[in-house]
């Protein structure tokens, strides 16, 4: 004896717990806007929905409710497993809202197994991944990694969103901000050398954002040197410096030898993560060339220098940086400000305390101006003579003291009375 079909019109069969749900209208076709709105109204009659609730959002509500009923009965309740499949088949959109939201709060299998599964075969479910307006990249990779627990293919799922090496999949794949946060997300949840096959074409793509990253995302892979030499043979020098920055951390004599030679090059892109590299292994001598750089003539080369300080993190830097500050040029006083607000914040009050006694401090530092008090009046000396009575007029308050103003893109330096 076979167990009746699951029926289209109406969700008749379910029940969950002491809630008959049989009254709940979901309709051959739940996504139209007609049918959308006679869900709410069923779904308060059958006790689903609290009324009152808000009209906005009505269906995801419906499915949200239903999805928790099945989800806390799935292991006595044999319909709750018809019912998650009905949802997802029938509410594409919100049973993947709901069931993303079960799986990101929560741990273990048992009926996450089942969304997730359920959340495989959603064609949207790689929009949250791709698109920035989807989700936050925060969010796509914890889900990402949740999702990974699954199904142990889903990184190789996603790396086959971005293009090719034949260029079978150009006009689906995702291109330009799409591809690049994509790949930054592999980068976080795919350690490993499995989606080197993959991706390792997109060095040579023709998006120089994209190469860039796929320069990065391969060199930290491979962790080689002599794979390192090659990418410095091109002509983007993005690519260059992210495949230079891929072997940060390698104490191996051939990678010193490189980033010292590196230091030298004549893009301070590449220059700068050059220094960051040898900083890393505690190489002798970096911070001597990183205070060098800062007086290069080339401005750029200025600029990556306070940009170089900041990513060293070391407070020895703010004298140099406060000098930056009044560069001739805009883009070097801009970096040295944003790098001199870093590392104010991370410094320890022990640190702060030494910082305010330098007279350099007040050019990064706003004091607070004192209130003004009216000064009181000046007694006058007695006189022989009677004076006429006078109506004593009261002394003009001190101005509160001008005060150094700098702008943020630190262009200029003027005062402003308070």
């Known amino acids: 004896m076979t167990a009746d079909p699951v029926r289209t019109d109406q969700l008749s069969e379910y029940q969950l717990g002491d809630v008959q749900l049989g009254d709940v209208q979901l309709g051959r076709n739940p996504l139209s806007p007609d049918r959308r709105s006679e869900v709410p109204a069923r779904a308060v009659e059958a006790g689903a929905v609290?009324?009152?609730?808000?009209?906005?959002g009505d269906a995801q509500a419906v499915v949200e409710s239903l999805m928790a009923r099945a989800i806390d009965e799935y292991g006595t309740n044999h319909v709750s497993r018809r019912l998650l499949r009905r949802l997802s088949l029938e509410f594409p959109e919100e049973f993947s809202a709901a069931a993303l939201g079960h799986l990101e709060g929560s741990s273990g299998a048992g009926v996450y197994r089942l969304l997730a599964i359920l959340l495989f075969r959603q064609p949207g479910l790689f929009e949250l991944f791709s698109n920035p307006a989807a989700a936050s990249r925060e969010r796509a990779v914890r889900l990402a990694k949740r999702l990974l627990e699954f199904d142990p293919a889903f990184d190789v799922r996603l790396a086959?969103?971005?293009?090719d090496r034949n260029g079978t999949n150009w006009q689906q794949a995702c291109t330009g901000s799409r591809a690049s946060r994509l790949l930054g997300i592999l980068d976080e949840i795919s350690p490993g050398r499995n989606l080197l096959p993959v991706v390792s074409h997109l060095v040579y793509d023709p998006d120089p954002r994209l190469a860039a990253d796929a320069a990065l995302f391969v060199g930290r892979r491979l962790m080689s040197v002599e794979w390192v030499t090659q990418q410095l043979q091109q002509t983007d020098q993005r690519v260059r410096a992210n495949a230079l920055e891929a072997i940060w951390g390698l104490r191996t004599p051939a990678a010193m030898a490189l980033l010292e030679a590196c230091a030298r090059d004549?893009?301070?892109r590449v220059a700068g993560n050059a220094l960051i590299g040898l900083n890393a292994v505690d190489a002798p001598g970096v911070r001597e060339a990183i205070v060098a750089m800062a007086a290069d003539p080339g401005p750029r080369f200025r600029s990556t220098a306070a940009w170089v300080m900041g990513e060293v993190g070391d407070p020895q830097f703010v004298p140099q940086l406060e000098a930056l500050l009044r560069d001739e040029d805009r883009a070097v006083r801009s970096t040295a400000l944003r790098t001199l607000i870093r590392l104010r914040r991370n410094e320890?009050?022990?640190?702060?305390?030494?910082?305010?006694?330098?007279?350099?401090?007040?050019i990064a530092t706003v004091p607070t101006p004192a209130p003004s008090t009216p000064e009181p009046p000046i007694p006058q000396p007695p006189t022989p003579q009677p004076a006429p009575v006078q109506k004593?007029?009261?002394?003009?308050?001190v101005p509160a003291p001008i005060?150094?103003?700098?702008?943020?893109?630190?262009?200029?330096?003027?005062?402003?009375?308070?």
Do not use: C, I, Y
């Not at 609290?50 to 906005?56: D, H, L, R």
């Open 50 to 56: 609290e009324a009152g609730e808000s009209q906005e």
């Open 160 to 163: 086959h969103l971005l293009p």
């Open 266 to 268: 004549a893009n301070n």
């Open 348 to 362: 320890t009050p022990a640190e702060r305390g030494q910082a305010e006694l330098r007279p350099e401090a007040a």
């Open 392 to 397: 004593e007029e009261a002394a003009e308050p």
């Open 403 to 418: 005060l150094p103003e700098l702008r943020l893109d630190g262009s200029s330096f003027k005062s402003r009375m308070r």
